[in-house]
């Protein structure tokens, strides 16, 4: 099955400052790699997804790049903002199936 | 649009009891959904995917007759934890695909259990 690795697993910046967050996959057919941001005690909620047929795509001051050759994805935050300060979980999937999910990066903007 | 919702949000009950957490897609229909068990500062742990009208696919090292998984519309899948056990004290999360939606899975809030 998938197996989906994420670091770092804790992240701190300066509001201002740009954070990296890195997952490798290890299942080449998967085509499906969505980022969930989660506060304490809420829900995972969708914050960007990429599917296998583009490289790179951004909303805002999010973005996600994808190298399939290499199985692996990132998440690009500019400009960090205190209230970006959650736990960031990358997951990869194929098709409709069901996603396999990283093990979390806990970001902490400092303000 | 795509409001999961899940109940109780909360529930604390004695051990050998059994716990039943609702999920259910409120503004769209589901055929899939998938039951997420989250221990405190880790990942998401997939239990089960929940198909509508037939049995539910569990992961490996998930006991089916532990947690019982029912799918019975497109709107509504429950999961049962049987003979309740402190160590099954955590938190449960579903989420539910659209079947407009190719992939994305929308998530439920979670329901919190405690066995004591």
């Known amino acids: 099955g998938e197996n989906v690795e994420q670091h770092p697993s804790t992240l701190s910046v300066q509001e201002g400052d740009s954070a990296v967050i890195k997952c490798t996959y290890s299942?080449?057919?998967?085509?499906?790699f969505p980022w969930y941001k989660q506060e304490l005690g809420k829900r995972p909620q969708l914050i960007i997804d990429?599917?296998?047929?583009?490289g790179e795509k951004k909303d805002q001051r999010i973005a996600v790049t994808l190298n399939k050759t290499a199985k692996h994805f990132s998440l690009h935050i500019t400009e960090t903002q205190p209230e970006d300060s959650a736990v960031y979980f990358c997951?990869?999937?194929?098709?409709?199936?069901?996603?396999?999910f990283g093990t979390g990066t806990r970001l902490t903007v400092i303000p | 649009g795509a409001v999961v919702s899940q109940h109780p949000s909360w529930v604390i009950c004695k051990s050998g009891t059994s716990v039943k957490i609702e999920c259910r897609s409120l503004?769209?229909?589901?055929?899939?959904m998938f039951w997420y068990r989250q221990f405190p500062k880790q990942s998401l742990m997939l239990m089960a995917t929940?198909?509508?009208?037939?049995?539910?696919?569990?992961e490996q090292g998930v006991e089916k007759d532990k947690f019982l998984i029912n799918h019975a519309s497109l709107t509504l899948s429950t999961l049962t934890v049987t003979s309740a056990h402190p160590e099954d004290s955590s938190f449960y999360i579903c989420?539910?695909?659209?079947?407009?939606?190719?992939?994305?899975?929308?998530f439920g809030p979670g329901t919190r259990l405690t066995v004591l």
């Open positions: 989420s539910a695909r659209d079947v407009n939606s190719y992939n994305e899975q929308f």
């Open positions: 299942d080449s057919a998967s085509n499906y």
């Open positions: 990429i599917r296998s047929n583009v």
């Open positions: 997951a990869a999937g194929f098709g409709a199936n069901n996603l396999f």
């Open positions: 503004d769209f229909q589901a055929t899939t």
């Open positions: 929940s198909n509508e009208g037939s049995k539910a696919t569990y």
